[in-house]
């Protein structure tokens, strides 16, 4: 059984930064892929980061410049850097990913429960 639980949103002035982290914990021998959505009320889902199992990155273009995506394959976790945040970017933040559970290739797929990040103008 895998879990993926994030941590460090909470309330920011605009303009401020948050660090998001999403570590994946139980039978994991490492994180395959991995993105990172937002909602805000109202909205629908948004991809807002992904990371690649070759390492590479994508960012939905209303964050490009200002959030960065990577990981620490150490602590099978990934990280959203979050920076000059704007109101706009209030949401839900949820991770997403499928994780390697096997040397013979068995993977699984799933989300986090989300975390709270408000942007305060």
């Known amino acids: 059984q895998v879990q993926l639980v994030e941590s460090g949103g909470g309330l920011v002035q605009a303009g401020g930064s948050l660090r998001l982290s999403c570590a994946a914990s139980?039978?994991?021998?490492?994180?395959?892929?991995m993105d990172w959505y937002r909602q805000a009320p109202g909205d629908e889902r948004q991809l807002v980061a992904a990371?690649?199992?070759?390492?590479?990155?994508n960012y939905a273009d209303s964050v490009k410049g200002r959030f960065t995506i990577s990981r620490d394959n150490a602590k099978n976790t990934v990280y959203l850097q979050m920076s000059s945040l704007k109101p706009e970017d209030t949401a839900v933040y949820t991770c997403?990913?499928?994780?390697?559970?096997?040397?013979?290739?068995?993977?699984?797929w799933g989300w986090g429960q989300g975390t709270q990040v408000t942007v305060s103008s």
């Open positions: 990371l690649t199992r070759d390492g590479r990155t």
């Open positions: 139980g039978r994991v021998l490492s994180i395959n892929t």
């Open positions: 997403n990913g499928e994780i390697l559970t096997s040397d013979d290739g068995e993977t699984w």
